[in-house]
């Protein structure tokens, strides 16, 4: 695997969630996109068209049913065609609002039904069939950026306090490149994955992420 890591301060974060008057998912969607349109233009690789995410989201409190494990997810268009970073910011935020919506309107505990139904060996199985498709290569989305919701106090381990708590979250055939960000007090701690195949390295996207 491919791993590059970054750390921002989150009230800076906060101070543009607040003069744009959007929300901290929507400028941390911003900060992904800013920094992998930056990444792709420098190498002539940037599409016409704008990158999708895929975002799993908490769907806790929403449903009636038993478990811990309530999650859902929806697509939101990172409006990488946008050249300005706070037109930009603005599209992803009313478009993420659109997104919940549509996701909303299927159901929250969709994804958890469809998971029952699957056992450990048929998971397996369909994850074997779908590296024997076209699937690995046709994309249905670009990227997977989760936000988590961390400690918004500062955690300590056997006295010593911790000073970065960096996520990284999984890839899989047809979705080579997940941002995992984790809130832990003042601090945003970015984590970057990829398939060393698509990206060698990460460092420079990463390096992306102070400046956007």
């Known amino acids: ?3 590059a890591l970054v750390q921002l301060d989150l009230n800076d974060v906060k101070k543009v969630k607040n003069t744009c008057g959007v929300k901290v998912n929507d400028v941390v969607m911003a900060l ?5 349109r930056g990444y792709l233009e420098e190498r002539d690789e940037l599409p016409a068209k704008p990158l999708i995410a895929v975002v799993p989201a908490s769907v806790h409190g929403e449903s009636t049913r038993p478990g ?8 939101s268009n990172l409006h990488t065609d946008i050249a ?6 603005q599209a992803i935020a009313a478009s993420n609002q659109r997104a919940k919506e ?11 039904d469809l998971a029952q139904l699957l056992s450990r060996g048929m998971y397996g199985w369909l994850l074997g069939v779908m590296s024997r498709t076209p699937l690995t290569r046709t994309a249905i989305h670009n990227v997977v950026i989760s936000n988590v919701a961390g400690p918004p106090t500062t955690l300590y381990s056997c006295g010593a306090e911790v000073k970065a708590l960096y996520p990284l979250g999984p890839i899989f ?4 490149l997940n941002i995992t960000v984790m809130s832990v007090a003042d601090t945003l701690n ?3 994955i990829s398939c060393p ?13 102070d400046a956007e």
């Open 173 to 176: 055939h047809g979705s080579g």
């Open 102 to 112: 549509h996701s909303g309107s299927l159901g929250p505990t969709l994804l958890v």
């Open 84 to 89: 300005d970073a706070v037109e930009r910011l």
């Open 197 to 209: 195949q698509l990206v060698d390295d990460l460092w420079d996207l990463a390096d992306r992420f």
């Open 1 to 3: 695997r491919s791993i």
């Open 68 to 75: 811990r494990n309530q999650l859902s997810g929806m697509f």
């Open 32 to 36: 992904c996109a800013g920094a992998l």
């Open 190 to 192: 970015v984590g970057i």
